[in-house]
């Protein structure tokens, strides 16, 4: 069993920045490939960017050269560095745990708003 809690949303202007964090319970994070998700109002859930056990990264094209994701194995952590927001980046953002074929965990959101 995999809890995951996000911290870091909030409030902020275009053109400013945001880290999310998500903090995962177990032992076994660092086997883990870790997702953050976004879900606007109306609008189905996205893949935002991504990061593998081994560190690869890869992230949705609407982000590309803004976001960046990383990873604390030592802390069990995941990181969403957001940076130049603009007000489509709005939505929840939701951290996601995979591993095989095991089901997928989901954290419960953090509410990101980009006021134009």
């Known amino acids: 069993q995999v809890q995951l809690l996000e911290s870091g949303g909030g409030l902020v202007q275009t053109g400013g920045s945001l880290r999310l964090s998500c903090a995962a319970s177990?032992?076994?994070?660092?086997?883990?490939?870790m997702s953050w998700y976004r879900q606007a109002p109306g609008k189905q859930r996205e893949l935002v960017a991504a990061?593998?056990?081994?560190?690869?990264?890869n992230y949705a094209d609407s982000v590309k050269g803004r976001f960046t994701i990383s990873r604390d194995n030592a802390k069990n952590t995941v990181y969403l560095q957001m940076n130049n927001l603009k007000p489509e980046d709005t939505a929840v953002y939701y951290c996601?745990?995979?591993?095989?074929?095991?089901?997928?965990?989901w954290g419960q959101g953090t509410q990101v708003t980009v006021s134009s």
């Open positions: 996601n745990a995979a591993l095989g074929n095991l089901p997928d965990y």
């Open positions: 177990g032992s076994i994070f660092r086997l883990y490939a």
């Open positions: 990061i593998s056990n081994l560190g690869t990264t």
